[in-house]
Every structure is written in structure tokens, then in C-alpha cells.
């Protein structure tokens, strides 16, 4: 069973910065897609970004010039770098990734922005 565990969250004022990782109990390499989801209260859960095997990346609209997803192979984790955060950014934030038969997720990490 794939483990991920994601850390970085925690509160912080609208533009200010955060990092996410995922940390995955198995190389990275073996997944066809990684992502970050979030999950607002009341609202559904929502792809934030995407990065392929082979590197393509892409973002949900209204982060895209404030969030970077990239990935460390080596250490078998992405991550998320969230700047220029806003309140409307408040949300649990997942970490997925997808192989050929399965995807997996992680338990989700709290991210607040206070205006």
C-alpha cells in the first residue's frame, strides 16, 4: 500500500508563503501523475496542480503565477510552493498520485490565510 504524508501547512497571513511536501513511501517514478488537491468547507474537492512523469505541469486558474508544484526524486516528494496566498486559499490541501491501476491519497494538511 502506497503511504503519502504531506506536512507545511499551518496559518499565515494573506501574502505570505507556504511550502507543502509529499512525502511518498515509494519512487516517485512509478506514478503517471502527482497532484495537490483542496477541499474548501462546503465546496468539493478541487485539482490545485498537476505535474506528469514526464515533468508537464499545470494549475488551476487562479493560482497559476502563485503556486509551483515540482518534485524531488531523490527523496520521492513533491512539492507545493504557495505564494502571494489569499484568504479565499484557505482549504484542507491533498496530495495524489495516480499509477496505472490505482490512485492514492494523503491524509490532507490545513492551510488558513488570515486577512
Known amino acids: 500500500q502506497v503511504q503519502l504524508v504531506e506536512s507545511g501547512g499551518g496559518l499565515v497571513q494573506a501574502g505570505g508563503s507556504l511550502r507543502l511536501s509529499c512525502a511518498v513511501s515509494e519512487s516517485i517514478f512509478k506514478f503517471n501523475v502527482m497532484g495537490w488537491y483542496r477541499q474548501a468547507p462546503g465546496k468539493q474537492r478541487e485539482m490545485v496542480a498537476g505535474i506528469t512523469f514526464g515533468g508537464s505541469t499545470n494549475y488551476e486558474d487562479s493560482v497559476k503565477g502563485r503556486f509551483t508544484i515540482s518534485r524531488d526524486s531523490a527523496k520521492d516528494t513533491v512539492y507545493l510552493q504557495m505564494n502571494s496566498l489569499k484568504p479565499e486559499d484557505t482549504a484542507v490541501y491533498y496530495c495524489?498520485?495516480?499509477?496505472?491501476?490505482?490512485?492514492?491519497w494523503g491524509q490532507g494538511t490545513q492551510v488558513t490565510v488570515s486577512s
Open positions: 495524489n498520485v495516480q499509477g496505472f491501476q490505482h490512485a492514492y
